[in-house]
């Protein structure tokens, strides 16, 4: 989880420009919850190529059976919000 947060921080600063990111941990009903979010430029989920930073995002989290999604709006930023059980391995 680490590493996808630092990807999704990663992207926010070198790819989309923001100025604010915000970061939000939470646990609900056993499950380890991370948002990034950011205010920068935003890009089209259907028109984008989501290159190998967001795939690997993808893989990470796959791996360690949790769910990723991403929101993103032009000129809006993006929110990138991850969710997997919490255990020993991934406690915050």
Not at 5 to 32: C, D, F, P
Not at 61 to 73: A, F, L, M, Q
Request: negative net charge.
């Amino acid at each position: 989880m680490f590493r996808v947060v630092q990807e999704a921080i990663n992207n926010a600063i070198k790819y989309a420009n923001a100025s604010e990111i915000i970061i939000n941990i939470n646990e609900t009903n056993n499950r380890l919850i991370i948002e990034v979010k950011d205010n920068g430029i935003g890009f089209n989920l259907n028109s984008v190529d989501l290159g190998n930073g967001l795939e690997n995002m993808q893989q990470r989290i796959e791996e360690i059976n949790g769910n990723i999604t991403i929101y993103s709006e032009i000129n809006k930023g993006t929110s990138i919000i991850i969710s997997c059980l919490k255990n020993k391995t991934n406690a915050v």
